[in-house]
């Protein structure tokens, strides 16, 4: 049942695009916005980006381009004296804003009620020192840490931690200001630093090289509870979640680690009082069961965007319709359209997010991933495989790569320095330290990545020096006539290879240069003559193969090419 009384509703919008906050914000509003409208409540929308979805026109039944500031969105208020807001669907400058209009009474002035989650549970997950107090009354374990609000409380709490230690500020956005230090030198330098974005910082000891977990999980204000995705870090504890890539569901997770760390994010967030949407991130010891809660974001966030696109669960969608009153158990899932939003998806693919960097354009800028974001933008995977999303991914970022192997030569100095000290050429570093024989154990001490993950990339590897040792199909495919070619390409070892190959995300381009056909054709004929060949083989896509089960089940039919890719 939803509030009667909520006839027009203001959301706080995207604001500009930049690094930390991006296009997965204007996703979230332009989302709630469909709600809303869906609903028949009048929507006003504050969002001084042009060049956003939620700004199009007949998204909002009203727009107004002014920043997402108390002052300007307080003027808004008493002009259109909405009935509710939705603080949680523009970000971290949207959330600040909100819990600034909050504190200082204008929200109570105006007699516009907050929906969804309240302002108290948004305070008590940004302010870092009671955060740590919320988590500590259900016995849930945090990061040991100190909120400081000068540089000689900085200084204090990191003697008694002992280093190193990692800085972080309070509500700030994409990790700005926060980093690891290993001594008192780079202490000051960062404390200095964490104090021009936030008036607290959190010194926290470092838990570097721990696994970095992420659960989505929903609430409504009957207290009903799912969890929608988890997700998976592949760097481990160090690199902020933004310039990592991120794998969904978890690959690495034992069954005793998923459900302890799903039941220990559902605590978290009825203690809190989250209604709508909220991520849960954990560091979890890979040497045990152990885990900290680094931290809650009682907002979309960057992470619910890829959740809702990996899952078809629309995160955004759902949190504004429970903002409004509704129950898990009132809403239908948007892909079936038949069972309730209360199902948890259940995934049997696996899905890549893969950062995009442009560092090259900035003179003097540091290329080391840490903890405070620096990528501009993302790409997301999909495919049955760990090796296929990933490869898949690897040929969208647009940097000229063709997957994880058989790319333009990289030059790197120093092989183990860059692996221990990762750059946003890591994945490449990667690859090249396998091609030249360093072993999983080598790679996993020098960068912590579990050795899951590096098991994979070895195969790949592994799949792309079979192809090589066949460079004599490209000779003989001159001049051998096509019966004669076929039994070749017939024997199990080929046929099973270039299945193989395609399997894990080789594309048609990768296998031709790899066995050769780029010597003697360029990149367009080789790519073509592997697609030629692998036709002749039956090795096709099985998306082809449900185009008929499509035309049958018309309504299915993105749940039916989604649960086959």
């Known amino acids: 049942m939803t509030d009667q009384n909520i006839k027009k509703v203001l959301l706080l919008g995207s604001g500009a695009l930049k690094i930390g906050q991006a296009g997965e914000f204007d996703y979230s509003g332009a989302q709630a916005l469909k709600a809303l409208k869906e609903e028949g409540v009048e929507s006003v929308l504050i969002n001084p980006n042009i060049a956003t979805v939620q700004t199009s026109q007949g998204v909002a039944d009203k727009v107004y381009f002014q920043p997402v500031k108390p002052e300007f969105v307080e003027r808004i208020i008493e002009k259109e004296r909405p009935d509710g807001i939705l603080l949680s669907f523009g970000g971290q400058t949207a959330l600040n804003c909100g819990v600034e209009l909050y504190q200082s009474g204008v929200l109570e002035k105006y007699g516009v009620k907050v929906l969804g989650t309240p302002v108290q549970a948004i305070i008590d997950t940004e302010d870092r020192d009671l955060f740590v107090k919320r988590l500590d009354e259900i016995g849930v374990k945090t990061i040991k840490s100190e909120a400081c609000s000068t540089v000689e409380e900085v200084q204090k709490a990191a003697q008694a931690l002992g280093f190193p230690v990692i800085l972080r500020a309070a509500y700030a956005l994409g990790g700005l200001g926060s980093g690891f230090c290993d001594n008192e030198e780079q202490l000051l330098t960062q404390a200095e ?176 991933l840490g903890s405070a974001m620096k990528s501009v933008g993302e790409v997301m995977a999909v495919g049955r495989t760990f090796e296929e999303a990933l490869q898949k991914g690897l040929r969208m970022i647009g940097q000229g790569m063709h997957g994880f192997v058989e790319n333009h030569e990289i030059k790197i100095a120093d092989i183990s320095k860059s692996l221990h000290e990762p750059t946003d050429m890591r994945i490449f570093v990667l690859a090249k330290a396998l091609q030249i024989g360093y072993s999983v154990e080598q790679i996993h001490e020098l960068t912590k990545i579990d050795r899951w993950f590096l098991q994979k990339l070895k195969h790949l590897v592994d799949i792309d020096m079979r192809l090589q040792e066949n460079k004599y199909l490209a000779e003989v495919s001159e001049y051998m006539d096509e019966s004669e070619f076929m039994e070749i390409l017939e024997t199990p070892e080929v046929a099973e290879l270039l299945h193989d190959a395609k399997v894990y995300g080789f594309s048609d381009f990768q296998i031709g240069r790899a066995v050769g056909l780029e010597e003697r054709m360029n990149m367009e004929e080789a790519g073509l003559t592997i697609r030629k060949w692998r036709k002749a083989l039956g090795l096709t896509p099985i998306v082809n193969q449900i185009d008929t089960l499509a035309a049958e089940y018309p309504a299915q039919t993105n749940y039916l090419y989604l649960s086959y890719l």
């Not at 069954?255 to 979890?284: M, P």
């Not at 992470?303 to 899952?311: D, E, I, R, V």
């Not at 629309?314 to 209360?342: C, E, I, M, R, W």
Request: glycine share 6%; aromatic share 10%.
């Open 193 to 368: 630093e964490a104090f021009s974005f936030s008036p607290q910082v959190l010194v926290e000891k470092s838990l570097k090289g721990w696994k970095e977990i992420e659960y989505e999980v929903v609430r409504d204000r009957f207290d009903n509870c799912i969890t929608v995705c988890n997700m998976e870090n592949f760097d481990p504890l160090g690199i902020h979640t933004g310039e990592s890539i991120v794998v969904a569901p978890s690959q690495t997770l034992s069954n005793a680690e998923y459900h302890k760390l799903r039941a220990l994010a559902i605590k978290i967030i009825r203690h809190i009082g989250i209604v709508g949407e909220c991520n849960v991130q954990y560091a979890l010891d890979p040497n045990s069961e152990d885990y900290r809660v680094i931290e809650v974001n009682a907002r979309l966030s960057r992470s619910s965007a890829l959740a809702s696109k990996a899952t078809g669960y629309p995160l955004a969608f759902v949190a504004a319709k429970l903002g409004l009153g509704y129950g898990l158990f009132d809403l239908k899932n948007s892909v079936t359209k038949t069972t309730s939003a209360f199902f948890e998806p259940a995934l049997d693919y696996v899905v890549v997010k893969i950062p995009r960097w442009d560092l090259t354009k900035f003179h003097g800028v540091k290329r080391e």
